[in-house]
């Protein structure tokens, strides 16, 4: 099977960037909370990096589209930008000390936290202590979504010694149960 990433490659947001996975995880049919995370060291990454959790239509190959979450992190600018879904600019990187405040003992935390209800995924996105909440999109049952990361430009560093600690989690939410209404009882 081709990865979604491969396929997502083509889509005009990652145009430009070399992208890999780090894994991928096919939604069930009941609500769980899952999530991507990978820490990373500005001074050894390059400029611009893209971050994201992805899925393909497969119903629809031929015009497949890419849907999701993705951000593009510009550490030159310390800009967040929407990578995917058109929502501009999301936020900033912010650390007092700036980008040299995020060191080996105490990186940069890129996240993805998303709860999937019935057929809506509701997202999360942390960039070190910042939360912004996204909108909701609607997916099909079942789907496969996988992790993306990815460069800009020419970067000659091993991958695995610039996004570090990458994990792909998920945890399984509770039902919740709506009362059950007593039957009437014929006197």
């Known amino acids: 099977m081709e990865s979604l990433v491969s396929t997502a490659a083509a889509d005009p947001a990652f145009a430009g960037f070399h992208t890999q996975s780090y894994g ?21 990454c390059p400029n611009s990096i893209i971050f994201g959790i992805v899925s393909r239509d497969p119903a629809n190959s031929s015009h497949a589209k890419t849907s999701g979450f993705a951000v593009k992190v510009d550490l ?8 995917l879904n058109k929502s501009g600019l999301v936020g900033w990187v912010e650390h007092p000390l700036g980008l040299a405040g995020f060191t080996d003992e105490e990186p940069l935390l890129l996240g993805w936290e ?13 960039v070190a202590d910042q939360q912004w909440l996204y909108p909701a999109v609607q997916c099909p049952n079942p789907v496969v979504m996988e992790t993306v990361i990815g460069w800009q430009g020419t970067w000659d560093r091993d991958p695995r010694s610039t996004f570090l600690h990458p994990a792909l989690w998920r945890e399984q939410l509770p039902v919740l149960h709506t009362p059950q209404q007593p039957e009437a009882v014929a006197a």
Not at 114 to 126: D, M, Q, Y
């Open 76 to 83: 030159e600018m310390r800009e967040v930008w929407d990578a």
């Open 114 to 126: 998303i709860e999937f209800h019935g057929h809506a995924l509701i997202p999360k996105l942390v």
């Open 24 to 44: 991928s995880l096919l939604l069930p049919d009941h609500p769980i909370r899952f999530g991507f995370q990978v820490d990373i060291v500005p001074e050894n």
